[in-house]
């Protein structure tokens, strides 16, 4: 792999997207790691990313100097490019001119592998107070701002390189180049990785880890199951069996997907449990949303064990192996965050319906967990998944539960369900579905607002439409849709959805704002 160092800011995991959009496997590692671990490893080159501190700052992220002598090639990115400079001899000063957003850079030498056949000048997105302002010995400089004498940096003999300006942003206008002359003139690294090997790699894992034994996974409707279970059961066919709950706070149409369409595109063996009636009865009056939550996990939990069981039953009345496996669809960002890969700090602790406990007795298949989500869909649809389950935006595992401001019932959820499906055709139909993150419809049970139609007064309810714009969830925009589009919406759900009348937009970013209203 290209080893790609996390220095604790949230560039990571963005180079190691660009790296392999390159077509070359990444992967994430803290800053910690050492050379003999390095070595290990035996990646065929490193990018260091940027990170939030001065390379002179009290705590700032170290690096083991001896990995720039182990002959693998390097590319310093900012904070990484001035730890490269700093240790290799050159000089990091702070200068007072810093650098932040789209930035001039005239490139001074193009005739190196790093920036070979770039524009003399170009936009580069710089984030930095300090500057290089002395290049190691036996490094010529590449480039340079009106602010910053040496903002790119070449020693070919060593094969290290390093950029001030950020090439995985996308306001880097050659940024992606820089990255590929890095990868495959300067490293020599082939671009051979793809989809196609990727399914090829998983399915011969899974066939070595699972052999003759059972396999169950719980689809949950969305993405990374249903792709975990297409490539698990390309691999292994009918050891795989699939449980589906249906707890009654799934979206319009959403079983009807996975029981016709996921079920005719994979041949997957499906049993579906209709748990619909226990879930309005176990989160009967309770409007708390973390008390929501916490009954949902746990009664879906309870619901697939039940499953689980009587499949093992079932398996043991025909003499068939016991259910050994269990699949999930823990994807890259997971483990990283996790800390399984990485020294940032573990922001996200969302309750995920499907999460199971710690005491079954279940070996784990998690054949997306070196993926990030593009990818994920990617291999889906390789694998032949309609694109309505490979393109699905997010949805919170407690579903419409948690998109009830109030207690939830029966006809709250068949409005919502109504509402939502709505937002979503004229989403789709605008085109515009795949271009935000996604889009909570929310229902104010617990909000009255008084209207008028046709000749009488009502007194009825608000929808909150919550469109965003999000590269990972962690932080969000509020999508600027357009009016006529959400006059179209407004009118449709006031005049088609009985209850409602009034819907309003939700113009809060992420902070401060998070994307569910619960
Ligand atoms: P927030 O509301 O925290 O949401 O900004 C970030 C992302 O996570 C989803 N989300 C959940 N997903 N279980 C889930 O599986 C949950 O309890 C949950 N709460 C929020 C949300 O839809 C968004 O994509």
Redesign the pocket.
Known sequence: PVLVVDFGAQYAQLIARRVREASVYSEIVAHSITAAEVAEKNPLGIVLSGGPSSVYAEGAPTFDPDIFDLGIPILGICYGFQVMATTLGGEVARTGRSEYGATPVRVTDSGNALLAGQPAEQTAWMSHGDSVSKAPAGFSVLASTSSTPVAAFANDTRRLYGVQWHPEVKHSEFGQNVLENFLHRAAGIPADWNSGNVIAEQVARIQAQVGTGKVICGLSGGVDSAVAAALVHKAIGDQLVCVFVDHGLLRQDERRQVEEDFVKATGVRLVTVDVRERFLTALEGVSDPETK?KI??REFIRTFEQAQAELIKEAAATNEDPIRFLVQGTLYPDVVESGGGSGTANI?S?????GLPEDLQFELIEPLRTLFKDEVRAIGAELGLPAEIVQR??????GLG?RIVGSITQDRLDLLRHADAIVRAELSAAGLDREI??C?VVLLADVRSVGVQGDGRTYGHPIVLRPVS?ED??T?DWTRLPYDLLARISNRITNEVDGVNRVVLDVTS?PP??????
């Open positions: 939550r949902i996990g996200k969302h309750h995920n319906v499907g935006q997010p949805f919170p595992g407690p948690i993150w996604q909570p999000s969830a962690m969000a992420k704002g998070t994307i569910e209203w619960e």
